[in-house]
């Protein structure tokens, strides 16, 4: 069984960077089936993802954020990482990490956090 | 990206009712089509993978089906602890894109 859970600040500056860290179990994120995402729900809202690290370490990036984000794995750690700077109010949103495992091409977000609040504000 | 829009945005039932709830993508995916259900205060959880395979553990009065633009969820007789919103999601192609939720409420 997978288990993720996120953790970071609740609170952030606006302009500033917004860094929060997924802390997987159950399952490596260096190797296997599965890539590992950064999804958010604005409150009373629907889902956009941000985007993925593969187990290799590579990255893809949803076009709309790509500019301002960067996710990074620590292997040693277990853990990846969302880095999104120059936030504004429109970044306030619960953030989910996730796994998605691989089904003959496709792909389904299986395992996920339960998810932390961050509110962009001064 | 590919636009996701679901039907209805949100329905009222009675426990045992058959509910139905279409997804419509903006252009063909195939069957790469996820459903998920949210409660409020909680995560997405997955109930249909790939158009029509069920997830593992899901209940068996969920069922999924459709293919190219058109998609469906079925929850055969509504129970009370269905009550949630309903999203669609498009693994076709990168970014994944979700459609705006259908929120079921029991009567």
């Known amino acids: 069984q997978v288990q993720l859970q996120e953790s970071g600040p609740g609170l952030v500056k606006p302009s500033q960077t917004l860094s929060l860290t997924c802390t997987v179990s159950?399952?490596?994120?260096?190797?296997?089936?599965?890539?590992w995402s950064w999804i958010r729900q604005p409150a009373g809202k629907g889902l956009e993802w941000i985007g993925r690290?593969?187990?290799?370490?590579?990255?893809t990036y949803n076009p709309s954020l790509k500019s301002r984000v960067t996710i990074s794995g620590d292997t040693s750690k277990n853990q990846f990482s969302l880095n999104l700077n120059s936030v504004t109010a429109a970044d306030t949103a619960v953030y989910y990490c996730?796994?998605?495992?691989?089904?003959?091409?496709?792909?389904?977000?299986?395992?996920w956090g339960q998810g932390t609040l961050v509110t962009v504000s001064s | 990206d590919i636009q996701m829009t679901q039907s209805p945005s949100s329905l009222s039932a009675s426990v045992g009712d058959r509910v139905t709830i279409t997804c419509r993508a903006s252009?063909?995916?195939?069957?790469?089509l996820n459903w998920y259900q949210q409660k409020p205060g909680k995560a997405p959880k997955l109930l249909i993978y790939?158009?029509?395979s069920f997830q593992s553990g899901v209940p068996s009065r969920f069922s999924g089906s459709g293919s190219g633009t058109d998609f469906t969820l079925t929850i055969s007789s509504l129970q009370p602890e269905d009550s949630a919103t309903y999203y669609c999601?498009?693994?076709?192609?990168?970014?994944?894109?979700f459609g705006p939720g259908t929120k079921v409420d029991i009567k």
């Open positions: 790939a158009a029509s």
């Open positions: 999601q498009q693994s076709y192609t990168t970014p994944p894109t």
């Open positions: 996730t796994s998605a495992t691989h089904f003959y091409g496709s792909y389904y977000f299986d395992y």
């Open positions: 690290i593969y187990p290799s370490g590579s990255t």
């Open positions: 159950g399952a490596s994120i260096s190797s296997g089936n599965y890539y």
């Open positions: 252009q063909s995916i195939s069957t790469y």
